[in-house]
């Protein structure tokens, strides 16, 4: 799997887009700048590795667009060893990002060829601290709870009470929340009495959170 000069170049052209549409955190920048995102998608793709989109990976799914990873990620202000539970693993592209900030992140995905793929894939290109696992992501993994930080990268209908449930005191849960084709970033902050507090955070396009696992 090559990284050349050229996908570096690419790359920090792509980290100078990001930042001028206000993503303003170093260590998210410099991550970026790392993760060979053109390995992410099928090779034939490479020209579209690197622009500020998002890109169909197969299974009907898509890899966020990297505005939208780091922005994400800003929200969830990651601190060195936080334990990060992801909805939608999907390319593990966001995963890297979180693991380059130094979380420890357990990742859950619907669908089973996706999974498989992309567990495979994360261990060939070096993330061990990345735990991949197949299932419902609205159930969370309660084995592994509670978590610093709970993410969805899949457009939620509503605010899944088990995942809530999972969150620990003082910690973060960003979401993107609606039904329809635009949805809404919401932070979650839990506050020590165990109440949920929210704040809004402009319009975002995603691919919908589904229930049940897949087999296919
Ligand atoms: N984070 C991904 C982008 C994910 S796209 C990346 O960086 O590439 C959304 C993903 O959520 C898809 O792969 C989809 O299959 C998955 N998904 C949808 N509903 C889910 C559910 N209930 N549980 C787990 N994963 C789900």
Excluded: W
Excluded at 6 to 17: F, I, N, P, Q
Excluded at 161 to 170: E, H, I, N, P, S
Aim: hydrophobic share 40%; proline share 5%; charged share 25%.
């Amino acid at each position: 799997m090559v990284d050349s000069f050229r996908h570096k170049g690419m790359r920090k052209k792509l980290v100078d887009t990001i930042k001028r549409k206000g993503i303003m955190d170093h260590r998210i920048l410099e991550a970026v700048g790392n993760i060979p995102r053109h390995l992410f998608l099928d090779s034939s793709f490479l020209e579209f590795a690197y622009e500020d989109k998002p890109f169909p990976i197969g299974s009907g799914q898509t890899i966020s667009q990297p505005y939208t990873v780091a922005f994400q990620t800003e929200l969830l202000d990651i601190k060195q060893g936080d334990k990060v539970l992801e909805i939608g693993t999907g390319s593990g592209y966001q995963a890297c990002v979180l693991a380059e900030l130094g979380a420890k992140v357990f990742t859950v995905e619907r669908q089973k060829k996706l999974f498989q793929k992309t567990k495979a894939f994360l261990l060939t290109i070096g993330y061990r601290q990345i735990k991949c696992f197949y299932g419902d992501g609205y159930k969370g993994i309660p084995a592994f709870a509670p978590y610093d930080k709970i993410l969805i990268t899949a457009a939620a209908p509503e605010i899944p009470k088990l995942l809530t449930d999972q969150l620990r005191v003082g910690g973060y849960f960003v979401i993107p929340l609606g039904s329809s084709d635009v949805q809404t970033m919401i932070r979650i902050g839990k506050k020590e009495d165990g109440s949920l507090h929210q704040e809004k955070f402009g319009a975002f396009r995603f691919v919908p959170l589904l229930k049940n696992k897949a087999e296919d």
